[in-house]
Structure formats: structure tokens, C-alpha cells
């Protein structure tokens, strides 16, 4: 069981890290792109095509580097990668969609806090507009697009948190948890993992059903 909820968490973490990395594209509010392709639409949201694959590719290069040789066309059909991604970048539309109309927002003071105690824009413990400035530069981002990228990633954070407070590990949970301490702490770390993904999943869920939801697969086969 340990092996396989490791193994659940692992594929987790990485289609997390892919979507993540799509907000730098994605701007705040309606995406107007009139003679784009849409993969998916969720209400007046669109998710296009171009957007999709770069996900995808982001995907398949994670990935790579971390299975190496092991990642091949079978480990990817066993993946599911093309529908994964699909379902990881809408669900993420509807968390973010379902924050704004619930009005959780993200303060400039937030987003500062966290930009100016970025280690990456840190020399010597310090924060250094310079350093940041040319980060973005290398990286073809302006400070607009990379700020609100990090809004976004904040926000769903949020919200995030709050539908996890609802999940809590119980003494049911842990009745056939043994072992030694680190190994019961791994057991509980990888419980709480589980049950907030149900919990979030369960939320999603619920929202799509009161959406208006265009998948279209089509454009991606």
C-alpha cells in the first residue's frame, strides 16, 4: 500500500508542476482568443490548444528526467498523459474560477511578501531588484506576466487550503499503521495526501456539475 500511494503522490506532484507552470501563459479574467483552437471551454474560460501542449510537453520532459530511459511510449499510454493533463489543466480552471467567484483574492502585500523572500531573486539573504528584473529577462518573462502567474498560483493555493482543512486523519485511519516513528509519520503524511485529494477532487466535482463544460478531444488526438 505504501508503494502505491507513493507512487499516486509522485504522478501528483509532477501534473501539478506542469499546470503550475502554464499560468505564466494565462492572464487574469476571460481568455479572449477568438481564432484559437479551444480544447476545453468552462463557462466564458477558454483552454486552448497551444495551451495544452505546451503543458503536454512540459509533461513529458518532467517526466523524462525523472524516470529516464524508463519513460517510454508504454509508460505513457499506461499514464494516460494526454487525458491526465487535459483533466489536471481544467480542474485547475474550475479551482481558480470557483476563488474569484467566491472572492478570495490575493493582496499586492501578499504577492510582494512572497516575490521579495523568493531565494531565487536572493543574494546573500537578500532581496535584489536587479536580480530579479534580469531572472525574468532570462526566463522571456515580464515582471506583469510573472506577477500574475504567482497571483494565480496563490490563489489556487488558497482555496486549496481551505478545501483541505475539511480532511483530518482519525484514529480509523490509523489502526493498521505500524512501524517505527518515521516510518508511522510517513504512513500519516501519505493518509492526509490521500484524503485531501478525495476531498478535493469531490469539490471539483461538485462545481463542474453546475458549469458549463465543452471538452473537446478532437483537437488533441
Given at each position: 500500500?505504501?508503494?502505491a500511494?507513493?507512487?499516486?503522490a509522485?504522478?501528483?506532484?509532477?501534473?501539478f508542476?506542469?499546470?503550475?507552470?502554464?499560468?505564466?501563459?494565462?492572464?487574469?479574467?476571460?481568455?479572449d482568443?477568438?481564432?484559437?483552437?479551444?480544447?476545453?471551454?468552462?463557462?466564458?474560460e477558454k483552454?486552448?490548444?497551444e495551451e495544452?501542449?505546451?503543458?503536454?510537453?512540459?509533461?513529458?520532459q518532467a517526466?523524462?528526467?525523472?524516470?529516464?530511459?524508463?519513460?517510454?511510449?508504454?509508460?505513457?499510454k499506461?499514464?494516460?498523459?494526454?487525458?491526465?493533463?487535459?483533466?489536471s489543466l481544467v480542474d485547475e480552471r474550475?479551482?481558480?474560477?470557483?476563488?474569484?467567484?467566491?472572492g478570495l483574492?490575493?493582496?499586492?502585500?501578499e504577492l510582494?511578501?512572497?516575490?521579495?523572500?523568493?531565494?531565487r531573486?536572493?543574494r546573500?539573504?537578500?532581496?535584489?531588484?536587479?536580480?530579479?528584473?534580469?531572472?525574468?529577462?532570462?526566463?522571456?518573462l515580464?515582471?506583469e506576466?510573472?506577477?500574475?502567474?504567482?497571483?494565480?498560483?496563490?490563489?489556487?493555493l488558497k482555496?486549496?487550503?481551505l478545501i483541505w482543512s475539511?480532511?483530518d486523519?482519525?484514529?480509523?485511519?490509523?489502526k493498521?499503521?505500524s512501524?517505527?516513528?518515521?516510518?508511522?509519520?510517513?504512513?500519516?503524511?501519505l493518509?492526509?495526501?490521500?484524503?485531501?485529494?478525495t476531498?478535493?477532487?469531490?469539490?471539483?466535482?461538485?462545481?463542474?456539475?453546475?458549469?458549463?463544460?465543452?471538452?473537446?478531444k478532437?483537437v488533441i488526438?
Amino acid at each position: 500500500m505504501l508503494r502505491a500511494m507513493r507512487k499516486h503522490a509522485k504522478y501528483f506532484y509532477v501534473l501539478f508542476f506542469i499546470v503550475i507552470l502554464t499560468f505564466i501563459f494565462w492572464g487574469v479574467g476571460t481568455v479572449d482568443q477568438p481564432t484559437s483552437v479551444s480544447v476545453a471551454e468552462i463557462g466564458n474560460e477558454k483552454i486552448t490548444v497551444e495551451e495544452y501542449w505546451r503543458a503536454y510537453e512540459r509533461a513529458r520532459q518532467a517526466y523524462r528526467e525523472l524516470y529516464k530511459d524508463k519513460f517510454d511510449e508504454e509508460m505513457e499510454k499506461k499514464l494516460q498523459l494526454k487525458e491526465s493533463i487535459l483533466n489536471s489543466l481544467v480542474d485547475e480552471r474550475v479551482l481558480l474560477i470557483s476563488a474569484r467567484e467566491s472572492g478570495l483574492t490575493v493582496s499586492d502585500k501578499e504577492l510582494h511578501d512572497v516575490i521579495i523572500n523568493d531565494p531565487r531573486f536572493m543574494r546573500d539573504g537578500v532581496f535584489r531588484k536587479d536580480v530579479y528584473f534580469r531572472t525574468l529577462e532570462l526566463n522571456r518573462l515580464t515582471p506583469e506576466m510573472f506577477e500574475n502567474s504567482m497571483r494565480l498560483q496563490l490563489t489556487e493555493l488558497k482555496i486549496k487550503r481551505l478545501i483541505w482543512s475539511s480532511a483530518d486523519i482519525n484514529q480509523l485511519d490509523l489502526k493498521d499503521v505500524s512501524g517505527d516513528d518515521k516510518k508511522v509519520n510517513e504512513l500519516k503524511q501519505l493518509i492526509l495526501f490521500d484524503k485531501r485529494n478525495t476531498v478535493l477532487k469531490s469539490y471539483i466535482d461538485s462545481i463542474k456539475q453546475r458549469m458549463n463544460l465543452k471538452i473537446n478531444k478532437d483537437v488533441i488526438s
